[in-house]
């Protein structure tokens, strides 16, 4: 019997990246158990449980979720999680970040979660990149945001853009004690803006901004954004 092979919601790639990323960190715990918040059909949940990991599953639609062997509990991510305290060693978000708007309890929720020195994986649209920059001055919508239909509250829409610098701000008012960024990839569309480099270093100069906290090369050019938070 061949095995259903159940398509990612996300765009072409990613998965197959964020993999790679997570590797990189699984690979300090020992049959670590984790948790895939926001699960949508269960792409990345089955790929996990193909590789012999004990995952575990949540997401607002869970009558949407395909994989028989892995349970699917309902939650929203914006209230309490159906989970008890100090239960997972990860916890995988993978581009849930841009649909809610109460990142504060999503974070304290996943604390609350995580076992002593687990960590949170999370990725969301990079909108730091220049591709994301120059489409936010001529349209007011940074990558991946457009106008939002007022009319639907399903929480399918990308509702959130925060910066890196949000992120660690809520991440540390959240008692994270280690925060990484990393990119999945670097756009060709970003790479064709480089020019404009040296005019932001100009502006932060002027401005007297940090130039380092949002102008790195990776988040000038990346498409994605992968962060890990540590307990």
Known sequence: MIERQIIPITMPGIHERFYKFFKRISHHFNNPKILEIGAGFGAFTQRLYNEGYNVSACDLFPEKFYLKEVECKKADVTEELPYESDSYDIIIAIEVMEHIHDHVKFFDESY???????????????????????????????????????????????????????????????????????????????KLYIFLIPFLWLYCKIKSIDYHTHNKYDYLTGRILFAGFWK
């Open 112 to 190: 609350r979660v995580l076992k002593k020195n687990g960590v949170l994986l999370f990725s969301t649209p990079n909108i730091l990149s220049l591709k994301s920059r120059v489409r936010f001055l001529f349209s007011g919508f940074f990558y991946s945001f457009k106008p939002l239909n007022h009319q639907q509250y399903d929480g399918l829409q990308h509702y959130s853009s925060l910066t890196i610098d949000q992120y660690v701000n809520i991440g540390l008012s959240k008692r994270f004690v280690k925060l990484d960024f990393s990119i999945d990839k670097r756009q060709t569309t970003s």
